[in-house]
């Protein structure tokens, strides 16, 4: 397979980044870092008197202002940034916080909490994988200013804090470092959850009203065009009267017969079946035959092939109409732009029911596959009167029985049309989801 889109249906992608973060907003939080770290040297050394290697220290702040600036120059501010390049910012931020506390004494000095900001961001924003490493790249950094540090000038001479408490404040930081993580990312998965949750239901929501706007559309076309079709069709026979035998008389016979195509599709499209009505049940692999037969072609060979089990059995559907008219607009699809050949295989088991609908034409355009089952999106058409609804009907119907559909082109060429079912819920005997 080539390209592959899957619609409708419950076939998501696996292993996806998370990331997504706006570049100006790592940039606002830095520059908030950079006037604070400033701030508290310059109030530190100058208005307390501490005797800092203050050059130094201001070097390293200089340095996480750099690293905006360059960031800023490099990609607009709107930039969405992956999963890796946020984490390489944290690490960056990690690396640069321990830098400033083994100037200014270690785990001495009372803001060396500031270590675990950048760990709380990614247990926010960042998937788990990602979290882990900079955690331990942060316990790492704690265990290392616990050994290493520049000692604090403190205004006794010889002054410094007990080994113990210090050992003390590292623990209490790693344990901080993993249980914030921990917590964080819990937390934030759920609301994410719920994120999700609430797209996914206003995704539906919009596919309904999307459905009932070309509902509403199919009944006034199909009101409004009752009476013209009526009148074609008066003309039509008297004209196939009048005329002698001929071209023109065939031509006429042609018409007529469309005509008569309009007014069945019109009258399938107002008749609402019962559900669950006895003996209202066909095998998959028929009804997919009666959805063909419209829409066959004389140069156009069409292949029907059943693969599945002899028990269970060949699944029995209920012939609702949204299901047919779906089948049909897909298989209409693959007639028109096939060269020679068009084949439906209806495979089954025990849990699942399939249907693959294959053609020889040219296939899907990249551009369009990537958005193909929009509304008013036509890529195969070749003679620019395509409204590009078919696929986008047939989606939200299939939808509507539980199906999932992948749309893709082959590796051997041509389109191919792949519809899953669960196999209770395509038999009626569960509610779609």
Not at 41 to 55: C, E, K, N, Q, T
Not at 310 to 339: I, K, S, T, W
Request: contains cysteine; charged residues 15%.
């Amino acid at each position: 397979m080539n390209v592959s889109r899957l619609i409708g249906g419950r076939w998501p992608p696996r292993g996806e980044t998370r990331g997504g973060v706006n570049l100006r907003t790592l940039v606002a939080i830095r520059w908030l870092a950079v006037i604070g770290q400033a701030a508290t040297l310059l109030i530190v050394h100058f208005s307390l008197g501490y005797a800092l290697p203050f050059g130094t220290a201001l070097l390293i702040v200089a340095a996480s202002a750099a690293v905006n600036v360059i960031a800023t120059l490099q990609q607009p501010g709107n930039t969405r940034l992956a999963d890796r390049d946020v984490a390489a910012y944290l690490a960056f931020d990690v690396f640069q916080v321990a830098g400033l506390l083994y100037l200014t004494g270690g785990l001495e000095n009372p803001f060396a909490v500031l270590i675990l900001a950048p760990v709380t961001v990614s247990a926010t924003i960042l998937s788990r994988p990602t979290t882990i490493g900079l955690c331990l790249f942060t316990v790492l950094a704690i265990v290392l200013l616990g050994l290493f540090r520049w000692p604090l000038p403190w205004y006794q001479a010889g002054f410094s804090l007990p080994p113990t408490y210090v050992l003390g404040v590292g623990i209490a930081l790693v344990l901080s470092t993993l249980f914030i993580a921990a917590y964080t990312w819990q937390v934030a998965a759920e609301a994410r959850r719920l994120t999700d949750a609430l797209t996914a239901t206003q995704l539906a929501l919009s596919r309904e009203q999307q459905l009932s706007a070309v509902g509403a559309l199919a009944a006034a076309a199909a009101h409004e065009l009752g009476s013209p079709l009526g009148t074609i069709a008066v003309v039509a026979r008297e004209l196939a009267r009048d005329l002698p035998e001929g071209p023109w008389r065939e031509d006429v016979a042609l018409l007529e017969s469309q005509v008569a195509r309009c007014r069945t599709i019109l009258a399938e499209l107002a008749q609402r079946p019962e559900r669950n009505a006895p003996f209202s049940g066909i095998p998959l692999s028929v009804l997919v035959d009666l959805a063909a037969a419209p829409h066959r072609q004389p140069d156009v060979a069409f292949h029907l092939d059943r693969i599945g089990p002899a028990e269970p059995p060949e699944p029995m559907v209920p012939e609702r109409p949204e299901l047919r008219h779906a089948l049909g607009n897909l298989l209409q699809n693959a007639f028109q732009f096939a060269e020679a050949t068009v084949s439906a295989t209806v495979s089954w088991d025990a849990g699942a029911a399939r249907v693959v609908i294959r053609d020889d034409g040219p296939g899907f355009p990249p551009e369009v596959l990537a958005r193909i089952g929009e509304p008013y999106l036509s890529g195969r058409d070749t003679t620019g009167e395509s409204m590009g609804l078919g696929i986008f009907i047939a989606e939200t119907l299939l939808a509507r029985t539980g199906a999932v559909l992948a749309i893709e082109n082959a590796a051997t060429g041509g389109a191919e049309i792949t519809i899953r079912w669960d196999r209770r819920q395509l038999e009626g005997l569960e509610p779609p989801p």
